[in-house]
């Protein structure tokens, strides 16, 4: 069927019911059937390219802290670092991929135009592992230099480091708007899609998990014993491959309008707020600037209700003699305000478990080489970055477990439809990331006195009679508590922000990734020197992981843990969930049109206005 005609189906004879609700159009602004466009059938294209970007990533930064010990010749607090800065930098940079797709390209546009610049990254970062001048010579018994002491070069070290942040850059524009389009595929204003997003965030997780699944076992075997070109060059040809399959999908996909800048609405209602402190808000809400229904109408959105908390922005909305837009803001742009906001808090309490998963693609991996990694007693040896893929099976066994049995019996006891709120499953994960901390300590800790049992405390390269799959359970559980922390973060800042600022929304989960492996880093850093200068020996962490005490630095990573939730309770104490609005008619009558009045229709919430967050 022709756009022309599809047009003069919806607006003549198709109903309500047979195109989209919720302001959803084709690249082109035209609206759309919901037989056509959307659902799961456009949802499948936008999966794929996810899978094999997660295989491209994660087979980057997995094994990312080996290369750059064996092949760079970096120390352990140096490569370490490096790595979590690299992904920091990888979760930061949504944010302005956020801003560009909301106010100025579209979520479509954004994305093709930022996943060319990942796959130029991926094309110079393979580059620079293949080209001989590009990396440092061989090195070990029978070398030029059988110490491995001989460092990369400035040209070198530029070159795989541009490369990394190149590839950083293209996923600033990539990792915001990716989930956010396949989430737009489903209307809100339409019961059974509406079921089906439920879901979503679920089986989004449990599918691009197959693609780290894959980094983690196929990719890092290869790079370890095969070779870093071929382990980099398949993710990138697979990159390749996935954004043509993306392309394809196109005439399958439904796109959310821009809607201007999120920062400079926000910002405007704070100015607005702050010029206005003197002002004293009404007692009647409804004399708040707001403008009229018909103009909502236009654009299919609907106008948020007044809420009483944060009153000293709702004084955006009140009217004086100057209506700039830099005087007098309206009740939803005030709203909007509030609701992005409110989440700081939220997102702030997600740091500390962000730098703990960053500990399992660098100290994890790193202690994973001391270990005894062969299978069954045989001479196939277990790649120390493979344990991360028990990370990607727990966690896809339990998000199944959690979608399937958990969840429904859950929401028959509770009756919400999610079985239990999104911060009551971020609770749980917390709780989890104690456990691993407490576990990993202890470990180390056996590890350790195994080490000195034999003698090889002092000796660095020399394998320690232990088994790898002592370090099992530490993985294991991270796959747990990401199924109900990663799933339940993505799904709230989603949730909880308003339609006109999604994007933004799922970069708050990206940067709270982002702040926490930069945490991990200053932590890392700060301890090293702290105790180093100040314990009396060496430090906790050295190249030499047998004589370093790591143990000591994971029972930190425990309390500090315990803490953050002591702060997590209380935030969930105060957070209120937004509203989730309908569009009712006032019998009464009363109140014309114009700004609030909206001819005689008013906003009121569809079940409970607020709903205060119990732990």
């Excluded at 004084?315 to 004086?320: D, G, M, S």
Aim: some cysteine; charged content about 15%; proline content about 4%.
């Amino acid at each position: 069927m022709s756009m022309a005609a599809e047009r003069v189906e919806a607006a003549g004879g198709g109903g309500d019911d047979d195109y989209t609700q919720d302001g959803t159009v084709d690249l082109h602004g035209n609206p759309v059937l919901r037989s056509k466009r959307g659902g799961w059938k456009a949802c499948g294209f936008v999966v794929v390219y996810e899978v094999f970007e997660r295989m491209a990533y994660y087979g980057i930064s997995s094994n990312l802290v080996l290369y750059l010990t064996t092949k760079l010749h970096q120390g352990t607090v140096s490569s370490a670092n490096n790595v979590t800065n690299w992904v920091g930098t990888i979760w930061m940079t949504p944010i302005l991929g956020a801003y560009i797709a909301d106010a100025h390209l579209g979520r479509y546009r954004t994305f093709m135009i930022a996943s060319l610049i990942y796959l130029i990254g991926m094309s110079l970062l393979t580059l620079a592992v293949s080209v001989p001048s590009l990396k440092p010579p061989k090195c070990g018994a029978g070398t030029a230099d059988p110490s491995c002491s001989e460092k990369a070069s400035s040209l070198q070290l530029g070159v795989f480091f541009l490369a990394l942040y190149i590839l950083a850059v293209g996923t600033g524009g990539t990792k915001p708007n990716i989930s956010t389009i396949g989430a737009d595929q489903f209307d809100d204003h339409h019961p059974r899609e509406r079921r089906h997003k439920l879901s979503f965030f679920n089986w989004w997780m449990f599918s691009i998990f197959f693609g780290t699944l894959f980094a983690n076992t196929v990719l890092v075997y290869l790079q370890d014993n095969v070779g870093w070109t071929v382990g980099y060059a398949l993710p990138t040809l697979g990159l390749a491959v996935s954004i043509a399959i993306f392309t394809a999908g196109t005439p399958f996909y439904r796109h959310k309008p821009t809607s201007g800048s999120s920062f400079a609405r926000m910002a405007r209602v704070i100015v607005a707020a702050a010029r206005k402190l003197a002002v004293a808000l009404p007692d009647d809400a409804r004399v708040l600037h707001e403008l009229d229904d018909e103009y909502y109408a236009k654009k299919k959105t609907t106008p948020l209700p007044y809420t009483p908390y944060l009153k000293i922005l709702s004084k955006a909305a009140v009217k004086t003699n100057t209506t700039s837009r830099w005087s007098l803001s309206t009740v939803t742009q005030v709203e909007e305000t509030k609701q992005i906001l409110k989440m700081l808090p939220v997102l702030a309490i997600t740091f500390v478990p962000a730098a703990m998963m960053a500990q399992v693609n660098t100290l994890f991996v790193k202690q994973g080489t001391t270990l005894d990694r062969r299978v069954g007693g045989g001479s196939f040896e277990i790649p120390p970055a493979s344990l991360q893929a028990f990370v990607t099976i727990s966690m896809l066994v339990s998000v199944v477990l959690y979608d399937r049995v958990f969840m429904p019996l859950m929401a028959r006891a509770t009756g919400n439809p999610r079985g239990i709120t999104l911060l009551q499953r971020m609770g749980v994960g917390l709780v989890i990331h104690i456990a691993i901390m407490g576990i990993a300590s202890a470990t180390e800790r056996h590890r350790l006195a195994v080490a000195r049992e034999h003698g090889i405390a002092d000796s660095k390269g020399t394998t320690i009679p232990l088994t790898i799959f002592v370090l099992l359970p530490q993985f294991v559980l991270m796959g747990v508590a990401d199924a109900f922390l990663e799933v339940a973060k993505i799904e709230f800042f989603y949730d909880q922000a308003p339609e006109g600022m999604k994007s933004l929304g799922t970069s708050y989960a990206m940067t709270s990734l982002g702040v926490g492996n930069f945490l991990s880093s200053l932590l890392l850093s700060t301890v090293a020197h702290v105790t180093r200068r100040h314990g009396g020996g060496a430090g906790w962490i050295q190249n030499n992981l047998n004589a370093s005490r790591l143990d000591h630095y994971y029972a930190f990573f425990a309390v500090l843990n315990c803490v953050n939730l002591v702060f997590f309770f209380l935030v969930c104490r105060l957070y209120v969930y937004n509203a989730e609005v309908s569009r009712v008619v006032d019998v009464g009558g009363s109140g014309g049109g114009g700004e609030g009045g909206g001819g005689g229709e008013v906003l009121r919430p569809k079940e409970v206005a607020m709903v205060d967050t119990n732990l």
